[in-house]
């Protein structure tokens, strides 16, 4: 399995980017995909997730409280990649995002994240 993450750069205070990450090896729509993050000094943050098929939940997504109202995960199973969009970008989202796979059912938390891609850096300027 392979998640190639791609997307980050310096942007200012309330701009926008929108991370992209190719998988290879599943299907992200039979995993929940999703994205954590790591502040410089600060511990790992599960900032976004899909749901798999079969889950009741796979026409919804989970955004962590800092993400919410800003940040948009989405799939696109033809193309087998999951992006995320941030908008109105502050500098505490300052932070390598790294994007994940994860085969179970329950809500994705650290312990649960089977596959780990590269990261990509955002740096948001004050």
């Known amino acids: 399995v392979q998640l190639q993450a791609s997307g980050g750069g310096l942007v200012e205070t309330g701009g926008s980017l929108r991370l992209s990450c190719v998988a290879s090896?599943?299907?992200?729509?039979?995993?929940?995909m999703g994205w954590v993050r790591q502040a410089p000094g600060k511990e790992r943050e599960v900032v976004a997730h899909t749901w798999r098929s079969g889950s009741q939940y796979y026409d919804s997504s989970f955004y962590a409280d800092s993400a919410k109202g800003r940040f948009t995960i989405s799939r696109d199973s033809a193309k087998n990649t999951v992006y995320l969009q941030m908008n109105s970008l502050k500098p505490e989202d300052t932070a390598v995002y790294y994007c994940?796979?994860?085969?179970?059912?329950?809500?994705?938390?650290?312990?649960?994240?089977?596959?780990w891609g590269q990261g990509t850096e955002v740096t948001v300027s004050s």
């Open positions: 090896g599943l299907r992200v729509s039979r995993w929940k």
């Open positions: 994940v796979a994860d085969g179970g059912d329950g809500a994705m938390v650290l312990a649960t994240v089977d596959y």
